[in-house]
């Protein structure tokens, strides 16, 4: 109750610092962005971070999943290593370097958010299933369930909020890298931020980066609410 | 029922888990694997359900070689029960219980039924637990429905791995009790693997003791106590052996069964005169209902009218199932050299003495020495 009557003020004061920016029209010689400007670029934002987590989640998911698989080991070095080394190179230098990569455009973008957002889907889904109880399996298997019904029956179910928060943290994450992506010709609310940035005027600055907290926090808190209701109910309980 | 012939485990890495093991389990018996840790019991018991791939030799459950079914139609006839117990933690006990009845393809109803049984079966109260989860659920509990749910889909052959490991001593105990109790209605064939030497000598109808692999003895556990093969088994088992030994005989085997007896309104003269005639200097006081009420002792009947004068009450007494060691103790702990043994109403049943205990002992050992 507590964590959710922080976040809707937070979420009040963001939005609240949007429109009061909106509002004033002008800004020293500027004028600041209209709503319409400003609907644009958070609904650009928002599908840009909905395709690359989309298409992050679909890798990430079976990948980290795939390497817990017993014959599979040796890969989970490469994968996750992989992974984690790439999270460590600041998700500015991911951008910039996708341009001459893959061209300036929108698909450089997205390709550079879904690298960057890769890891903690990956991490996550890779730990859902490793930090099962080996008990647990070791039971299943004793009483005859084949490999395809523990998959589905015990892993899955057990597995499946950790891999919701890997997904919500990737999310979280995507929203704020997503406002770099502009730089590799994405569209979205970086637009605004770094146009205030290039024109040193904070009240735009503040105009292209609330709207991103305030996409970052809700996306975060609904994303929350389904982890809590995919949580099979035997796990909600607290251990006694 | 389970015949294992010259089997060996032999690791990709070379170590050598288990070598040359044989034996036989009969059908309805309860076998446990006894040996220090890494001697080869889990792994040997994980064998027979295929958890582990044999290296060489074969294993027969019911007469077939287990290697020739399909591994999981062999788990679904096999119930396992491990000492981290491995609820599932997203399903109900009663989802739980009914796992392998599920795979089987029993009805809802049919599963529903059996759960329940089960529940009953194991002294829990079917409504009050079935739709727990296991994080609601207590240690022993836990190790409850681990039990039922091995139990699920009435396999004749059971497999458990320290089922009664990871709880707290008194809840062991009661477990232990519960299910030799349990067992005599069920009648399954057992393999047991556990490191207590208690445990294997109380649940045990054979124990086969393992070392580096190798089975060093199979025998029943008074010869294991009484006849050890060589310097090892005598060392496994203990310089208290004798003191061990007490847990393989029960009150009822060894108690005089129509032990002489005074009701309190007796004339203490007739009750002093009947001590004389039998060579005792006891009586064992029981009311009208033949319910035990106390002693009366050769010692104080100087000057009393009747034997109610004399009695020292007592509540001290055992049931005919109890072990010996029971009997010792709380001999030893009440200061008495007799004990009586009542039913559930109390009514008098018999009489152990510390005689009859020595007695028995020493004709144990003997037995063993002397073969």
Known sequence: ?240 | MIRLEKVTKIYPDGTEAVRGVSFEVVKGELCVLLGPSGCGKTTTMKMINRLSPVTTGSIYVDGLDNSAMDENELRRNIGYAIQDVGLFPHMTVGENIGTVPALKGWTKAEQRKRTQELLELLRMKPHEYIDKYPRELSGGERQRVGVARALGGNPPVLLMDEPFGAIDPITRLELQNEFLKIQQEIKKTIILVTHDIYEAIKMGDKIALMKEGQLVQYAPPADLLFRPQDSFVAGFVGADRGVKGLQLIRVKEVMWNSPPTANPDEKTESARKRMEQQGLDWLAVIDREGKFTGWAFASDTQGADRVEEITKTSTVAVGRNAVLSEALSLMLTSGSDVLAVVDQRNRLEGVVTFTTIQDTMREAVQKGVSS
């Open chain 1, 1 to 240: 109750m507590r964590h959710q009557a922080i976040l809707c003020v937070l979420l009040t004061l963001l939005l609240g610092a949007t429109f009061w920016v909106t509002g004033l029209g002008q800004v020293g010689i500027y004028s600041t962005f209209t709503y319409g400007d400003l609907l644009h670029s958070a609904w650009a934002h928002f599908k840009m971070v909905f395709i690359a987590v989309v298409i992050a989640a679909a890798m990430g998911v079976p990948l980290g999943v795939l390497v817990t698989r017993p014959g599979l080991s040796p890969l989970v070095l490469p994968v996750i290593g992989g992974a984690s080394i790439g999270q460590t190179i600041p998700s500015l230098a991911v951008i910039a370097v996708m341009a001459p990569l893959l061209g300036f455009g929108l698909q450089s973008a997205i390709f550079a958010l879904v690298i960057y957002g890769l890891l903690p889907i990956l991490r996550n889904a890779y730990t859902s299933i490793k930090t099962i109880d080996p008990a647990v399996i070791e039971a299943a298997q004793g009483m005859g369930l084949t490999r395809m019904q523990i998959a589905r029956k015990i892993e899955l179910p057990l597995a499946k909020p950790v891999i919701m928060a890997g997904i919500r943290v990737s999310t979280v994450i995507t929203v704020g890298t997503a406002e770099l992506a502009v730089l590799v010709g994405g569209e979205g609310l970086g637009k605004i931020t770094l146009t205030g940035v290039f024109a040193r005027e904070p009240l735009i600055i503040l105009q292209g980066a609330a709207p991103t907290a305030a996409m970052a926090i809700t996306l975060g808190f609904f994303l929350e609410c389904m982890e809590k209701w995919m949580t099979p109910r035997g796990l909600r309980i607290k251990r006694c």
